[in-house]
């Protein structure tokens, strides 16, 4: 039976935290469909690249050089592995929904 998943139901709102939702992991890949609502993050340096496509809303990287970089709803980005960057800001109206692909 093949599964389906829409990328833009949303768990109930507001959110105290990220919703993270793994959509397909194995020893290759990680699929997540995140959903922000004016959460931040720390700094992040992973050991896996990123791409990134923000689906909807507004979000915010900075990076260690303190640049940032502003992401709309169609936006996308790869973050090489141990690209230090964390998430400076995130709307909540309308909540951001990112689809992230994480790979060595």
Same mark, same amino acid.
């Given at each position: 039976?093949?599964?389906?998943?829409?990328?833009?139901?949303?768990?109930?709102?507001?959110?105290?935290?990220?919703?993270?939702?793994?959509?397909?992991?194995?020893?290759?890949?990680?699929?997540?469909?995140?959903?922000?609502?004016?959460?931040?993050?720390? %700094?992040?340096?992973?050991?896996?690249?990123?791409?990134?496509?923000?689906?909807?809303?507004?979000?915010?990287?900075? %990076?260690?050089?303190a640049s940032t970089t502003r992401l709309?709803?169609?936006?996308?980005?790869?973050?090489?592995?141990?690209?230090?960057?964390?998430?400076?800001?995130?709307?909540?109206?309308?909540? !951001?929904? %990112?689809? !992230?692909?994480f790979w060595k």
């Amino acid at each position: 039976m093949i599964n389906t998943y829409n990328l833009f139901e949303l768990p109930s709102l507001p959110l105290s935290e990220e919703h993270i939702t793994v959509l397909l992991q194995n020893e290759a890949i990680r699929i997540e469909r995140i959903v922000s609502t004016g959460q931040t993050s720390g %700094w992040y340096d992973q050991d896996e690249h990123e791409f990134v496509v923000l689906l909807q809303g507004e979000a915010e990287l900075t %990076w260690d050089d303190a640049s940032t970089t502003r992401l709309t709803a169609g936006d996308t980005i790869i973050i090489p592995r141990h690209k230090r960057h964390m998430v400076s800001y995130t709307s909540s109206e309308p909540p !951001c929904i %990112w689809l !992230c692909v994480f790979w060595k």
